[in-house]
């Protein structure tokens, strides 16, 4: 399974974006979807996830900024950010977890999208 992300690029303090990331191959079921990123010189943090039920769990410092949806008619995970930060610039990444066709489970991620937060 195959994760392609997209929507990163350069954005103003205060501004939005919203970054999306695609799943396919041989995908029977999607459980879990989420954003990481990871800044320079630090370790790759979860920024949001999202459960096959809807159930989302935020790192502290996003909460009331970002959120995140899934549209999972076509595995797809998105993320809008809003009121971003300097403090925001990383590389976002996307991860899904669920099983494939051939009866074995994925844990896959997407290449990486940089989101840069200045003036």
């Known amino acids: 399974v195959q994760l392609q992300a997209s929507g990163g690029g350069l954005v103003q303090p205060g501004g939005s974006l919203t970054l999306s990331c695609a799943a396919s191959?041989?995908?029977?079921?999607?459980?879990?979807m989420g954003w990481y990123r990871q800044a320079p010189g630090k370790q790759r943090e979860l920024v949001v996830s999202?459960?096959?039920?809807?159930?989302?769990n935020y790192t502290d410092s996003v909460k009331g900024r970002f959120a995140i949806f899934r549209d999972n008619a076509k595995n797809t995970v998105y993320l809008q950010m809003n009121s971003l930060k300097p403090e925001d610039t990383s590389v976002y990444y996307c991860?899904?977890?669920?099983?494939?066709?051939?009866?074995?489970?994925?844990?896959?991620w997407g290449q990486g999208t940089l989101v840069t937060v200045s003036s």
């Open positions: 191959g041989s995908i029977f079921e999607i459980n879990d």
């Open positions: 999202i459960t096959s039920a809807d159930i989302t």
């Open positions: 991860n899904a977890h669920g099983s494939n066709w051939y009866g074995g489970d994925f844990d896959s």
